[in-house]
């Protein structure tokens, strides 16, 4: 009975949690992230149109227009994230692979060749920087070589199809991505992650320990203050630094239908990656652009069955040679 109701509960918890994901740290539309969004959409026009009230004040009228939040594009957005996160939370999260494990594992290997350790090789402040710092980076390639594979493979275009036939942007385009996809891009980032777990984990003699903000990793919390602008049409570049870090104005750019912008800037938080692959692209001004796929279905996708389906039928044809429309 008891392992009953555990069950129980653990199901109701998934069915309510879409609902109040905004309570939970670890998701992208935590309250602070989002508060911490809507600041920067409202004062950046103003900041930057201080000689234009007027245009601030437009800016920021488009910015939160109705053509945006109740748009056909976001109102599928709204749907599909719903369903989505039931499917998501019941089928696929569990085969993700978790960074713990992999650690654990990475650790275990450590142990078997090196023998285990007694003590840390650094003093525990030392540690606990490099490993928040490392874990970071490293998580963060992970995530860009996911990316980065889902717009270089065909198979895997065809689900990441589902993130670019958004129109327009909002914190919730975020949650527009297919299972499969969600599943590739979780595991490339804790594969990696796991790594740098069960090396640190190994050299602190199990004494790691990471600086945290907000309940979850510090530097994955300061980019998820900005990064529900990345999904929005407020333009934030950071200029020259826009060679290092990955600007909401870059991601923006990412789901840019202008043939200079295609495949361009998939990393997230760390643009040195791009840079490496030779997919960066650094505005120099603000740039204005259609977002979707760019090649005429865009507003054919905007339906929670298409967005599971259409995915899966356009793998049949490629592997059966029938290759038009994909």
């Given at each position: 009975?008891?392992?009953?109701?555990?069950?129980?509960?653990?199901?109701?918890?998934?069915?309510?949690?879409?609902?109040?994901?905004?309570?939970?740290?670890?998701?992208?539309?935590?309250?602070?992230?989002?508060?911490?969004?809507?600041?920067?959409?409202?004062?950046?026009?103003?900041?930057t149109s201080l000689r234009s009230p007027e245009g601030a004040m437009e800016t920021?009228?488009?910015?939160?227009?109705?053509?945006?939040?109740?748009?056909?594009?976001?109102?599928?957005?709204?749907?599909?994230?719903?369903?989505?996160?039931?499917?998501?939370?019941?089928?696929?999260?569990?085969?993700?692979?978790?960074?713990?494990?992999?650690?654990?594992?990475?650790?275990?290997?450590?142990?078997?060749?090196?023998?285990?350790?007694?003590?840390?090789?650094?003093?525990?402040?030392?540690?606990?920087?490099?490993?928040?710092?490392?874990?970071?980076?490293?998580?963060?390639?992970?995530?860009?070589?996911?990316?980065?594979?889902?717009?270089?493979?065909?198979?895997?275009?065809?689900?990441?199809?589902?993130?670019?036939?958004?129109?327009?942007?909002?914190?919730?385009?975020?949650?527009?991505?297919?299972?499969?996809?969600?599943?590739?891009?979780?595991?490339g980032g804790n594969l990696l992650g796991g790594i740098v777990v069960g090396i640190f984990y190994y050299i602190s003699a199990g004494q790691v320990s990471i600086y945290t903000f907000l309940g979850t990793h510090l530097l994955i919390a300061v980019y998820n203050m900005i990064g529900n602008l990345r999904h929005s049409h407020v333009w934030l570049d950071y200029g020259v630094l826009g060679y290092i870090f990955i600007s909401p104005a870059q991601h923006q750019i990412h789901h840019s239908t202008e043939a200079r912008h295609i495949g361009k800037n998939c990393g997230f938080a760390l643009a040195i990656w791009d840079a490496l692959f030779g997919t960066l692209y650094v505005p120099k001004s603000k740039e204005t652009f259609t977002m979707g796929l760019g090649d005429g279905t865009d507003g054919e996708w905007h339906s929670v069955g298409r967005m599971y389906l259409w995915p899966l039928e356009m793998v049949r044809r490629l592997f059966s040679g029938k290759t038009e429309n994909v």
């Open positions: 009975m008891e392992a009953y109701l555990d069950q129980l509960f653990k199901f109701a918890e998934i069915a309510v949690r879409p609902f109040i994901a905004f309570l939970y740290s670890d998701s992208m539309i935590y309250w602070p992230y989002l508060l911490s969004a809507a600041v920067l959409a409202i004062g950046i026009p103003l900041i920021l009228r488009q910015q939160f227009s109705l053509n945006i939040w109740w748009s056909t594009s976001t109102k599928a957005d709204y749907r599909y994230y719903i369903v989505n996160s039931f499917v998501f939370a019941f089928i696929f999260a569990p085969l993700i692979l978790a960074s713990a494990d992999v650690g654990s594992w990475i650790n275990a290997r450590l142990i078997a060749f090196l023998g285990a350790r007694n003590n840390s090789i650094f003093d525990a402040t030392t540690i606990r920087v490099l490993y928040t710092v490392t874990f970071f980076i490293a998580y963060d390639l992970g995530r860009f070589l996911a990316h980065w594979l889902q717009h270089q493979i065909p198979v895997l275009w065809q689900f990441h199809k589902v993130h670019h036939s958004a129109e327009a942007l909002t914190p919730i385009t975020s949650y527009r991505v297919h299972p499969l996809d969600l599943l590739i891009m979780g595991t």
